[in-house]
């Protein structure tokens, strides 16, 4: 969702409430309003009444008055004494309740004491007003929420606009590039902070990410010599005579150093996929791999295994020719050096997916973990532990998917082409 539509949602929540709370305040002033003015009409009438008492020496005028009871009292009261009841009734005529306010008041008129009492109707507001305050609520919040929604448009265009430059800069930006990020600079404080921050933060980035290259190209570069040096000794010594143990110690060296020279490639290999730059090349994968099958035919023959194929004609898929030979040598490679003696391996590709299926013993590494470095799945095997890795890492490059499962003795590596 995004952050205008968040504001927007935030804001019609608030908006209904205070709403809603605004109706229902104005339900209840709406009804004391109408008993306070009553009671102030009343009041007043009640002070006429004194008046005329006073004037005429008597009360003959409101006698027969159904809204005016006026008694004489033998008993001195509290002057002056004030009192307002409520009395609700149902009427019948009205269909509604009535409260029948009554005004109480005492007075002193000509060393006489009267009590006044002045009563009116007020009819309570029930479903009509009710009704009413509804559809008034319902037309305001609609009307509101209506501005709320287009102004929120219009406004988030002209305040948002730095937030979503800053955010077509990043997705613009490449560790590899050479140009620094400049980000615009904007009226809004925390957009200010927010840009210096992210500056900061790449220029950090490829700062690291230079020293990284350069730290792994040297190390590659300075590996190459010492390797190759020791490995050219190791021939030399194999020329020689040597006891069994030393040929033996010998060979262990050997194939220790292959394995160094093969995991310091492979480094430099995950480094470099890291900021691999994928184009659309699109390749043949079919006759790619009945090509290419055909360069592991000694090896497979010398492992005592059985190759079979069912391959698709004309799937094409887009990923870049080395990378390709990269991924089908790991896979493949990886399939023959977890075997068993007279097993199978089966390649199967059509437009949906890539799988490479080969007999072998049980892992002893969790299936999720396959594809992490160093992972191995059979701690006898010589191996990088990396190979996996590298082909997980070119899957992902371009947004398919790779999948490893072992079930009734056999392997299973499958890649879909399809976008994950």
Do not use: C
Not at 166 to 187: R, W
């Amino acid at each position: 969702m995004r952050l205008n539509h968040k504001f927007t949602l935030a804001y019609s929540i608030i908006s209904f409430f205070v709403l809603l709370i605004g109706i229902g305040i104005n339900y209840v002033a709406v009804n004391r309003s109408a008993e306070q003015a009553t009671i102030a009409v009343l009041k007043n009438l009640n002070t006429t009444i004194v008046r005329d008492i006073e004037k005429n020496g008597n009360y003959n005028a409101y006698r027969n008055n159904n809204f005016v009871k006026i008694t004489v009292l033998d008993t001195v009261k509290k002057i002056p004494d004030e009192r307002v009841e409520n009395d609700y009734r149902w009427t019948n005529l009205l269909k509604s309740t009535l409260n029948i306010v009554q005004y109480t008041t005492v007075h002193k008129i000509n060393n006489t004491h009267y009590e006044i009492t002045t009563k009116a109707p007020i009819i309570k507001p029930k479903d009509q007003y009710i009704t009413g305050l509804a559809m008034v609520f319902a037309w305001t919040f609609v009307f509101l929420i209506t501005l709320v929604i287009v102004l929120s448009q219009i406004i988030s265009i002209y305040i948002l606009d730095p937030f979503q430059k800053t955010l077509l800069a990043i997705s613009n930006f490449q560790i590899s590039d050479n140009d620094d990020v400049v980000l615009e600079k904007s009226t809004t404080y925390e957009f200010n902070r927010l840009n210096s921050f992210i500056e900061s933060t790449l220029k950090r980035s490829r700062r690291d990410y230079l020293s990284l290259k350069e730290f792994s190209e040297n190390a590659s570069h300075e590996l190459q010599t010492p390797v190759a040096v020791m490995q050219a000794k190791i021939d030399l010594l194999l020329q020689t005579d040597l006891t069994e143990q030393q040929l033996h110690d010998v060979i262990k060296i050997s194939e220790e150093l292959v394995r160094l020279s093969s995991v310091q490639k492979s480094l430099t290999l995950l480094t470099k996929l890291d900021h691999f730059t994928i184009t659309d090349n699109e390749i043949n994968l079919s006759n790619y791999l009945k090509k290419s099958l055909g360069r592991f035919t000694d090896i497979i023959d010398l492992n005592d295994l059985e190759l079979t194929t069912a391959i698709d004609d004309d799937v094409f898929v887009v990923i870049d020719d080395i990378l390709i030979k990269i991924l089908h040598n790991n896979i493949i490679t990886n399939a023959i050096r977890h075997n068993i003696p007279n097993g199978t391996i089966k390649v199967t590709l059509n437009t949906d997916y890539l799988l490479v299926e080969n007999t072998g013993n049980p892992p002893n590494i969790a299936p999720e973990k396959v594809f992490d470095r160093f992972q191995k799945g059979n701690s006898k095997k010589t191996s990088s532990g990396i190979g996996l890795s590298i082909v997980k890492k070119i899957i992902d490059l371009y947004g398919y998917s790779v999948a490893y499962y072992y079930k009734n003795g056999i392997h299973s590596f499958k890649i879909r082409f399809k976008k994950a």
